[in-house]
Nanobody
Framework: QVQLVESGGGLVQPGGSLRLSCVASGIIRSIYAMAWYRQSPGKQRELVAHITSGGSTNYADSVKGRFAISRDNAKNTVYLQMNSLKPEDTAVYYC???????????????WGQGTQVTVSS
């Protein structure tokens, strides 16, 4: 089985920055994609940023130009650098990964427990 553990959330003022990290551990053969989602009160969970094993990225329009997703394959870790933060970015941020544990096996999807990001003056 696989676990995803996020870290780096917290309270920050508007215009500030945070860097989130997510580490995958367990039985891992390959990580095909990782992503960050977020969910704020009264809202559905939404995709924030996505990165493939080859390094291709996609971003929500609301964060494009401000956030950057990256990964360290050797460490099974994905990062989300968040700059120019706005109050509307306040949410619980969840790590997602598409992972294969065994050769010839199926890929499975995993979620972290989430980390709170609060942007407020």
């Amino acid at each position: 089985q696989v676990q995803l553990v996020e870290s780096g959330g917290g309270l920050v003022q508007p215009g500030g920055s945070l860097r989130l990290s997510c580490v995958a551990s367990g039985i891992i053969r390959s990580i095909y994609a990782m992503a960050w989602y977020r969910q704020s009160p009264g809202k559905q969970r939404e995709l924030v940023a996505h990165i493939t094993s080859g390094g291709s990225t996609n971003y929500a329009d609301s964060v494009k130009g401000r956030f950057a997703i990256s990964r360290d394959n050797a460490k099974n870790t994905v990062y989300l650098q968040m700059n120019s933060l706005k109050p509307e970015d306040t949410a619980v941020y969840y790590c997602y990964a598409n992972i294969r544990s065994y050769y010839g096996g199926s890929n499975n999807e995993y979620w972290g427990q989430g980390t709170q990001v609060t942007v407020s003056s």
